[in-house]
């Protein structure tokens, strides 16, 4: 027992307890590849086992942002780790490769064990959907520099994609159309704004909202965010796929750009796809001009495939055997990299 540390605000049993419970939340994880156990000092992967002859590695890291906030305020912690994943692993998806490997960071105050495998169960969650492999983290207690009950959590991973098939954006033209795949809600992005206008509107996240089903808002905003890689890899197998936008913070006109080429922009339809309520309440709690809605947020359009327009519809057919909802949003025009909401 390290009393003198624990006087400190550290409590080691507390981390013991923690790996504890989190190995086999870990442990459900493991694909092929995967080698070593939960505790050693790095995380290993074989990448020979995958029969990749030009492997091109893509990782990302990402964490859940202001997000959290609502976590502490709902005290609900089992879904921001699905969030954490999902924000990195949708990121490498749209380079074409496959997520193989996910580490977290969470970072605590205070050592609640029990909140801690809560989160970490969500993260197991998100890799499990993603068909990555939780191989490793790091829990750090950290007294002064959180709030009492707060934490932070990050996430990292690295994909593998076969070089001839990297998806770069290069292939993209002008005629192509973009499909566009259904969110769950407003992920994890600009939630700087979302907790402004609730504040402002003087609402509570306890609130029930008939527009929400009757769910609270607090249960409507921490709706995780959904994990395309094993229904996007699909389309990607079976269609001549020229890019892959993940719409993030910045929304439309910050990420659909991110492939195009000098000379090209993009014209989207509003009405071919439902923007989900929740964006239409924010919209009118907040009194945001409707434009930059789509400058903010997903509006309801988490990933977008941009391929020819003659493999549009075989490419939704493939989502729709994953069960999503997905439609033609717009197309490649002539322009100078903008983004146009007809």
């Not at 020979?48 to 859940?64: C, F, M, R, Y």
């Not at 339809?269 to 409707?290: A, C, D, N, Q, R």
């Not at 493999?311 to 997905?326: N, Q, R, S, T, Y």
């Amino acid at each position: 027992m390290a009393k003198t540390y624990e006087n400190a605000g550290v409590n080691l049993e507390a981390g013991y307890e923690v790996v504890r419970r989190i190995k086999q939340h870990v442990a459900s994880t493991s694909r092929p590849g995967t080698m070593g156990n939960i505790g050693s000092f790095g995380g290993m992967f074989d990448l020979s086992s995958l029969g990749v002859k030009e492997p091109i590695l893509v990782s990302g890291t990402d964490g859940v942002g202001t997000k959290l906030k609502i976590a502490f305020a709902m005290d609900k912690h089992d879904t921001v780790g699905i969030d954490a994943v999902a924000m990195c692993v949708n990121d490498v998806l749209a380079q074409g490769a496959e997520p193989l490997i996910f580490l977290d960071y969470v970072a605590v105050g205070h050592n609640e064990p029990a909140k801690i495998e809560a989160i970490v169960a969500g993260v197991a969650e998100g890799c499990r959907q993603a068909g990555c492999a939780l191989v490793g983290g790091e829990t750090a207690e950290m007294p002064g520099m959180y709030e009492n009950g707060e934490y932070d959590i990050a996430g990292y991973t690295t994909g593998v994609v076969e070089k001839s098939k990297l998806i770069d954006g290069t292939k993209v033209k002008v005629g192509d159309v973009l499909v566009g795949i259904a969110s769950t809600g407003v992920d994890s992005n600009g939630f700087s704004l979302v907790r402004k206008i609730v504040a402002d509107a003087g609402l509570k996240y306890t609130d029930t909202c008939a527009e929400f089903g009757g769910k609270t808002i607090g249960e409507t905003l921490l709706t995780p965010t959904r994990i395309y890689v094993k229904q996007v890899l699909d389309v990607i197998r079976n269609c001549d796929v020229h890019g892959i936008c993940h719409i993030t913070g910045g929304g439309f006109d910050e990420n659909i750009p991110r492939v195009l080429s000098k000379g090209q922009a993009i014209e989207i339809k509003e009405g071919s796809w439902e923007i989900l309520p929740v964006f239409k309440m924010l919209e009118k709690w907040g009194g945001v001009p409707h434009r930059e809605m789509f400058n903010i947020y997903n509006m309801g359009i988490g990933m977008v495939v941009v391929l020819d327009a003659s493999e549009a519809e075989k490419a939704i057919e493939i989502l729709a055997k994953w069960g999503e909802k997905a439609t033609v949003i717009g197309k490649v025009t002539e322009g100078n990299n903008d983004v146009t909401i007809i």
